[in-house]
């Protein structure tokens, strides 16, 4: 099992930038595929970003490719979310979720979640 601690959350505005950490007490962080969701007030749950294992595989919904970078420090047991170019979309809590699975792409699919921090971009 792994817990999670997301941090790096804020009030930006558009065109700024924020990057998300989530820490993870876990004692096998490594052996968990990882991803970023997000959740906008009235609206489902959606998948942001995901790394495999290794750190070797990067996926990214549509919404954000070429503005969000994910990341991962096995040695630090921590999870990386840069994103630049913010949007007033882009606005929602932001979760951290471990996959122990390794394949995962929708919410359904992850094990283990982090609180969500908030994620604010104002125009």
């Known amino acids: 099992q792994v817990q999670l601690v997301e941090s790096g959350g804020g009030l930006v505005q558009a065109g700024g930038s924020l990057r998300l950490s989530c820490a993870a007490s876990?004692?096998?962080?490594?052996?968990?595929?990882m991803g970023w969701f997000r959740q906008a007030p009235g609206k489902e749950r959606e998948f942001v970003a995901r790394i495999t294992r290794s750190g070797a595989g990067t996926y990214y919904a549509d919404s954000v490719k070429g503005r969000f970078t994910i990341s991962r420090d096995n040695a630090k047991n921590t999870v990386f979310l840069q994103m630049n170019s913010l949007k007033p979309e882009d606005t929602a809590v932001y979760y951290c979720?471990?996959?122990?699975?390794?394949?995962?792409?929708?919410?359904?699919?992850?094990?283990?979640w982090g609180q969500g921090t908030q994620v604010t971009v104002s125009s």
């Open positions: 876990g004692r096998t962080f490594s052996s968990y595929a």
């Open positions: 979720a471990a996959d122990k699975n390794g394949s995962g792409t929708y919410a359904r699919d992850y094990d283990y």
